[in-house]
């Protein structure tokens, strides 16, 4: 397996150290040491990121660490861990960001739930577009609300690949909707990826929940 060309494109450096932490934290420590060679970033197991929000995780290693998970694991396997993977990160670490942390607060606990819909997730879009590069947006609509990656790293140099992949991405938002909704549980889908050739990796969420 050749790497994935660096990008150019990154998150803070502390999303690199929760990455790793989430992957440890699914994987165990020999899984990911597994999976950080097959990708080629077993250099990261001894000098790790610093705890900062200067720009230097690169989106070519979520996108090779994301294939590492597809081939270690198979389709399916991979698919599976890329979904805790995406719910750990957010679990950890990216609840305690910024606006999403407000969501804590008992003013929020009180709002109808698709009004914590309607703050909760754009207040997660506007994390990701202003602390890295991962341009992202959101739009209301009656049922649904979809999310937009501009800018997508787990699918960063991938092509012609038959279906969308981007899993990371949809259990870190079926985690962030559990949270900012106090519990409950949200489909989501990706209804386009760049990876099969689409303008924009989007995600379609229900808005109503499946467990009340
Ligand atoms: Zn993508």
Request: glycine content about 8%; aromatic content about 8%.
């Amino acid at each position: 397996m050749s790497p994935v060309e660096k990008s150019g494109l990154y998150y803070p450096n502390k999303f690199g150290l929760i990455m790793i932490k989430a992957l440890e934290g699914v994987m165990g420590r020999n899984g990911l040491n597994a999976i950080l060679n097959l990708a080629e970033l077993s250099p990261y197991v001894d000098n790790p990121f610093p705890d900062n929000l200067e720009k230097g995780f690169d989106f070519a290693d979520v996108s090779a660490i994301n294939k590492a998970l597809e081939e270690m694991y198979g389709p399916r396997g991979g698919r599976g861990l890329s979904l805790r993977v995406g719910r750990a990160l957010f679990a950890d670490a990216l609840k305690n960001f910024g606006a999403l942390a407000g969501v804590a607060d008992l003013a929020f606990a009180v709002l109808p739930l698709q009004a914590k819909l309607r703050i909760g997730i754009p207040a997660e879009a506007k994390i990701f577009s202003q602390i890295s590069d991962q341009l992202s947006t959101v739009e209301d609509h009656e049922n649904e609300m979809i999310y937009t990656i501009h800018k997508c790293s787990e699918c960063y140099e991938r092509h012609a690949v038959d279906k969308p992949m981007c899993y990371i991405a949809v259990g870190l938002l079926q985690e962030s909707l559990r949270w900012v909704s106090g519990g409950n549980e949200f489909r989501v889908y990706e209804s386009k990826c760049m990876a099969v050739g689409d303008e924009v990796c989007e995600f379609v969420i229900q808005k109503d929940p499946l467990s009340t």
